[in-house]
């Protein structure tokens, strides 16, 4: 019998078989999306629904197109960044009439007309990837290796548009910090005639490089990383007009105060380039003009600590004003044309999508839930969900898709019409309170073993938290549980915790840590720790153990290294233990340059912390992780093996900071903490 965290590494958390990356054609008559054939089936498979009369319509199934489902390794690493562990076609673009969708399958560029679903292997240079098709149909953007080139949608001219001057020169690529840090997976945008592009040049020469091995193949070399850590060069990043006649204009800003390149938005309404400084304290954003290349400053935005990157914006609406957003004390508001059009305590989130004069966001009142909104100058923010969760879509010729994610399932549903799943069920059903804690409010979850009867047993406690600046885990969302209720069946009080730092509270609470890396996260899990044993008396303070990956795995080995008086076990998995050894705008956004504030990366790393351990501590790490490297295990390792500190280590091989596929980890750290606490 398949056991639960077997079917949840399956069936990637349940999320395979539900409609993703979803696209509104501009007629409002079809909706593209991505989904695969089943519940444990990676595969995923290219569709159309028709609006009007709610019928679905396979367009491409990858295994028609012949052998060879094996990912490059541009892909791979597109997925790694994008935390995407789909197998098959893992995005696609379409035109500006969404009439033709193109994508890349093993290194091939493929096309399909939407309306009678006939695929066209288009011939191009391989291995081909980020493929983009201009906005009037007719030719076709990809990068091959190195080089930016274009190649017509009838499959003829295939030819360079750019061309690497030097060997770790790229062309139409976004750098490491880019997509891993700022989200930002585009390394070129079309101009909206189809004319031109805009293209970033990339050269890594001035990154170190570190190496990724494999130690189950030996056989093969490991992987050369350009990867900027704290206070090192990054890469030197440029962006080009490129015109199909061959034209060429460099984009001119001061790029040695602003090396940072977040976000590149081309309308009709003019092309907008969004830089950064390295300190993150200034963030600008620039009118650019394509003939010349040159700029002028749109609008600065300035911050002691750090600017915030948001999702979707710069965007114009269609009569030009401008979407930003600006931090106004506790609320991180929507401005339309410099006016804030948001009330306080709706904290935006993401600018979603814009319909003409519309525009549709998400944000969140309630830490808890994001919810989907639209405003307009007529009706100002209206909200459109209402059921308590995680909500996110998309709009276009007044036709809206949302995909929501709360306590009794997820749907994707087209103007209220739900999109057909083919999703697993999950059997077992987490059971949450939420919950505000202590005298900062702390969003707080706790979970107890199915069925469970209060003042049947004192229960053992298992923190689950995350605890880092990138995502909550304290939400009205079952699919965010299912770890911690499969823990807590096992016969634990499971208790997560979201503190200072964490998203979805406004930038207050955002920067509420400062540059103290572990102090103030550390402490606000303890206090949730006590507030929740004091409302739920049968929770147990002499028996309790700390989970987490990523930055909840820093949490947990540092719950354990400095509070052993409160914590009594942890695994610790992809820690970062050193704070030095982690990327430049990552870490620099909090901890500043490390030649600037070297007690504030001291106090955050763990090394010297090693002598001190006298709880038991499982260290897990994937061996292919390029995230957060294997080096920070192995450095705390060495250090705890120094000092005669008695600890254990899991090593995963071919595994990368996704740390997932693996079905039997979960037992393992079941077992450690049933070892671990008498």
């Known amino acids: 019998m398949t056991s639960f ?318 979407l930003w957003t600006a931090d106004d004390g506790e609320t991180r508001r929507l401005t339309v044309g410099g006016v804030p059009v948001t009330p306080p305590g709706l904290q935006m989130e993401e600018l979603l999508a814009v319909d003409g004069d519309t525009v549709l966001f998400a944000g969140r009142e309630d830490p808890a839930e994001r919810h989907v909104w639209t405003w307009s100058a007529a009706a100002g923010p209206v909200r459109i969900t209402s059921e308590p969760g995680l909500h996110t879509g998309s709009r276009t010729a007044g036709v809206t898709v949302l995909t929501s994610h709360t306590m009794t399932g997820e749907t994707v549903t087209v103007d209220g019409r739900e999109l057909r799943s083919l999703a697993a069920l999950p059997p077992i059903h987490p059971v949450v309170h939420l919950l505000r804690l202590g005298e900062r409010d702390l969003r707080t979850a706790v979970l107890f073993p199915t069925g469970y009867e209060p003042g049947s047993g004192r229960l053992p406690v298992l923190m689950d938290p995350y605890g880092g600046t990138a995502a909550q885990r304290a939400v009205a969302a079952r699919s965010r549980y299912w770890a911690s209720q499969w823990f807590a069946d096992q016969g634990f009080a499971v208790v997560v915790a979201d503190g200072r730092g964490t998203p979805g509270r406004g930038p207050r609470w955002e920067r509420a840590r400062g540059d103290d890396h572990a102090g103030p996260r550390l402490q606000d899990q303890v206090d949730a720790l006590h507030a929740a044993a004091e409302r739920f008396t ?11 990956w990523s930055a909840g795995g820093y949490l947990a080995a540092l719950a354990v290294l400095r509070r052993p008086d409160v914590f009594h076990a942890a695994v610790a998995g992809a820690p970062v233990t050193d704070q030095l050894l982690y990327s430049t705008h990552w870490q620099e956004r909090t901890l500043g340059l490390p030649d600037e504030n070297p007690d504030g990366y001291a106090r955050g790393s763990l090394i010297d912390d090693a002598p001190h351990l006298r709880r038991p501590l499982l260290l897990v790490h994937g061996m292919l992780d390029d995230n957060v490297l294997p080096v920070h295990t192995m450095k705390l390792s060495a250090a705890l093996l120094a000092a005669g500190r008695p600890h254990t280590v899991l090593p995963l091989p071919a595994a990368t900071h996704m740390g997932a596929g693996l079905d039997h980890l979960w037992e393992f750290e079941l077992d450690f903490l049933r070892r671990s606490l008498p």
């Not at 091959?144 to 790229?170: N, Q, Y």
């Not at 147990?540 to 153990?545: E, K, T, Y």
């Open 5 to 322: 965290p077997g079917l949840v590494a399956r069936t990637q958390g349940f999320t395979l078989g539900l409609p993703r990356r979803l696209t509104v054609t501009p007629d409002g008559a079809r909706v593209l999306f991505l989904r695969t054939e089943g519940g444990e089936d990676p595969v995923g498979h290219l569709w159309s629904y028709d609006v009007a009369g709610g019928e679905e319509r396979r367009l491409v199934d990858p295994g028609l197109l012949g052998p060879g489902g094996e990912l490059t390794e541009r892909e791979k690493a597109r997925r790694e960044r994008a935390r995407d562990r789909s197998a098959g076609i893992g995005s696609y673009a379409v035109d500006a009439a969404a009439r033709t969708a193109v994508f890349t399958l093993a290194g091939r560029l493929y096309a399909v007309d939407v309306a009678t679903a006939e695929v066209t292997e288009l011939g191009a240079r391989e291995p081909a990837a980020e493929a983009r098709i201009d906005p009037s149909g007719t030719t076709v953007a990809y990068v091959c290796d190195a080089e930016l080139r274009l190649i017509g949608r009838d499959g003829k001219d295939d030819r360079l548009l750019a061309a690497p001057d030097g060997p770790e020169v790229t062309w139409g690529l976004p750098e490491h910090e880019a997509s891993e840090s700022m989200d930002r997976f585009e390394g070129y945008w079309w101009a909206p005639d189809g004319r031109s592009l805009l293209a970033a040049r990339v050269d890594n020469s001035p990154v170190q490089i570190w190496y990724v091995s494999d130690p189950a193949h030996p056989e093969r070399p490991p992987t050369a990383l350009r990867y900027p850590s704290a206070g090192t060069p990054n890469a030197d990043v440029s962006l080009h007009v490129l015109g199909l006649d061959g034209s060429r204009a460099p984009i001119v800003w001061d790029r040695a105060a602003f090396e940072y390149v977040t976000r590149v938005e081309w309308d009709g309404h003019g092309l907008l380039v969004v830089v950064q400084n390295r300190r993150q304290t200034a963030m600008r954003i620039l009118a650019a003009d394509p003939a010349t290349g040159q700029t002028t400053l749109v609008r600065e935005d300035t911050d002691s600590r750090w600017t915030t990157i948001v999702e979707g914006v710069p965007a114009h609406t269609s009569s030009g004003a401008l």
């Open 538 to 548: 049968d929770l147990d303070l002499g028996r309790v153990g700390i989970r987490g």
